[in-house]
């Protein structure tokens, strides 16, 4: 590309065009961080179920320490993009902070669930589908909205439930909810994202 | 009615930068330099105008051992490119 080249008004529009269609980050990158995160927490609800069924483990909800393993390949494979794409576009900064704040009301809510009889998993779900909703209109994927709404779904149902059926309703929505739409966003064709 | 073009925008790298920058949040120099196929003599030189209009922020370090080079549009650079197609549609659409 030359600096020195006369622009018509049409070479300016195809410039344009070109480098915006050009510079499109690849989503279908965000669909491993939802398979990650999605067998950590099925791992995590097996492990609850099995320590709380088949155990006299006293704190069988203990289980859960094991989402931050998750951490660890998240970090990884986000630094492997990072150097791989070379880019990072505004889609990529709204999700990391989209997903920040459920971090961090994470955090709170697990440091305050006392107060609240240590039922958290209402409000778990109530935040897993807000930010799959917000996923989903953010990369424009209708698999990860719907799967926003099946957590809202759930978030309601879980407040009629007992430990063992939530344990249960956190599988099934792991699966349908979060696992699902994120295989889908990975296998989708790229023309159709 | 034609309206004047930028002529810091109106070059053919110039534009090419600032309109891969306007669609992402940073770029690699690296990345650019892919993406509008120009050397890398040519498009230091052309960063550096952008940056001292202060259309672009340019933000240097190293990954590992290897020097890394970011480049990001500004507020300026936005209002700038925003300006630039507005009085660009004087000349396909005359009337406006």
């Known amino acids: 590309m030359k600096t020195d080249k006369k622009l018509t008004p049409s070479d300016s529009i195809r410039i344009i065009n070109e480098m915006i269609e050009t510079s499109k980050g ?98 778990v ?47 099934i929505l792991i699966i349908i909810a979060y696992l699902l739409p994120g295989y889908l966003l990975k296998y989708k064709k790229e023309s159709d994202v | 009615m034609y309206n004047k073009l930028d002529p810091l925008l109106h070059s053919e790298l110039r534009l090419a930068i600032v309109s891969l920058l306007i669609h992402t949040d940073k770029a690699e120099f690296v990345y650019i330099r892919e993406k509008t196929k120009a050397t890398a003599g040519n498009l230091s030189v052309q960063i550096e105008k952008l940056f001292v209009a202060g259309y672009i922020s340019v933000k240097k370090s190293f990954r590992g051992k290897k020097p890394l080079t970011e480049c990001k549009i500004t507020r ?21």
């Open chain 1, 125 to 171: 779900f109530l935040l897993v589908g807000n930010c799959v909703f917000m996923s989903g209109i953010n990369l424009k994927f209708k698999p990860l909205i719907a799967g926003g709404i099946i957590y809202w779904a759930g978030t309601i149902v879980s407040f009629y439930l007992s430990l063992e059926y939530l344990l249960l309703l956190t599988f």
């Open chain 2, 76 to 96: 300026k650079g936005i209002a700038s490119f925003e300006k630039y197609v507005n009085d660009l549609k004087t000349y396909i659409e005359p009337d406006q």
């Open chain 1, 26 to 123: 690849n989503i279908q990158d965000n669909a491993n961080y939802f398979i990650i995160w999605g067998y950590v927490v099925l791992l995590a609800c097996i492990l609850h179920f099995v320590l709380l069924k088949f155990t006299d483990f006293e704190k069988p909800y203990l289980a859960w320490l094991i989402v931050l393993i998750g951490f660890i390949p998240t970090t990884i494979y986000s630094k492997r993009q990072i150097k791989k794409n070379k880019i990072f576009t505004h889609i990529d900064r709204i999700n990391i902070f989209l997903w920040l704040t459920f971090g961090i009301s994470y955090i709170i809510f697990i440091a305050y669930m006392s107060k609240f009889n240590y039922q958290i998993f209402p409000f």
